[in-house]
């Protein structure tokens, strides 16, 4: 069975320091990873998605990921914090495929991150 | 272009009532998908649909049950609530070719069981 662990439930950062959301993964088979983000009372967001193409993967609002077989790690970085940041990120791996089509997301527990000045 | 919209927001039921929560996707795709969030234990999936016509159980199916009423709706009904369905309950829907599919998400629906 596919997991995914998130480190640390609640992050707290200074706006403008660097931002690290840790996510360890398990799977059998090699995995297509998310990143996702949720503002305050509104849904899910892709922010980048690790689907074998490149092990470096951008994206929006300036977040990066970096996926690492040997540390089944796909932690999520940007440089800079910024206020607008602040929200709760959740790391999802998919598989396997559902029957008659589709993808089932395993998510992670998710990171509170906060954003001080 | 609306995306996913999923009615109500807001829900308040006193045990044993029931209700149907209502999902929508204009964007012409094939999967849908149900779930529910808590606090601590992330988002976990409760039913889906492959295509039209086809429903099958996720990993927390018991006490509810779904439609695919066509392509673009996908409801999700309680009937009987409990309080231990509390919850904020999303739905997602993706075109369904592959792991890759990015799943796009509603709003949520905020439901307290009393």
């Known amino acids: 069975a596919q997991s995914v662990t998130q480190l640390g439930s609640h992050v707290s950062v200074s706006e403008g320091a660097l931002v690290l959301l840790r996510c360890n993964y398990s799977?059998?088979?090699?995995?297509?990873l998310f990143w996702y983000v949720q503002y305050p009372n509104q849904g899910l967001q892709l922010l980048l998605k690790y689907t074998s193409a490149a092990t470096l993967v951008k994206g929006i609002n300036g977040f990066e990921a970096e996926f690492k077989k040997s540390e089944t790690s796909f932690h999520l970085t940007k440089p800079s914090a910024h206020m607008s940041d602040a929200a709760e990120y959740f790391c999802?791996?998919?598989?396997?495929?559902?029957?008659?089509?589709?993808?089932?997301?395993?998510f992670g527990t998710g990171t509170q991150l906060k954003v001080e000045l | 272009n609306a995306g996913v919209t999923q009615t109500p927001k807001f829900q308040v039921l006193k045990t044993g009532q029931s209700m149907t929560l209502q999902c929508a996707q204009d964007m012409n795709h094939n999967s849908m998908y149900w779930y529910r969030q808590d606090p601590g234990m992330g988002l976990r999936l409760i039913y889906y649909?492959?295509?039209?016509?086809?429903?099958d159980k996720g990993e927390v199916p018991n006490g509810y049950n779904v439609s695919r009423l066509n392509k673009r709706e996908f409801s999700l009904r309680l009937e009987s609530a409990a309080p231990s369905q509390t919850s904020v309950y999303f739905c997602a829907s993706n075109v369904g070719t592959g792991g890759t599919d990015t799943q796009y998400f509603g709003p949520g629906t905020r439901l307290t069981v009393l």
């Open positions: 999802a791996v998919s598989g396997p495929r559902l029957t008659g089509g589709g993808n089932k997301l395993t």
């Open positions: 649909s492959a295509s039209e016509g086809t429903t």
């Open positions: 799977s059998s088979v090699p995995p297509y």
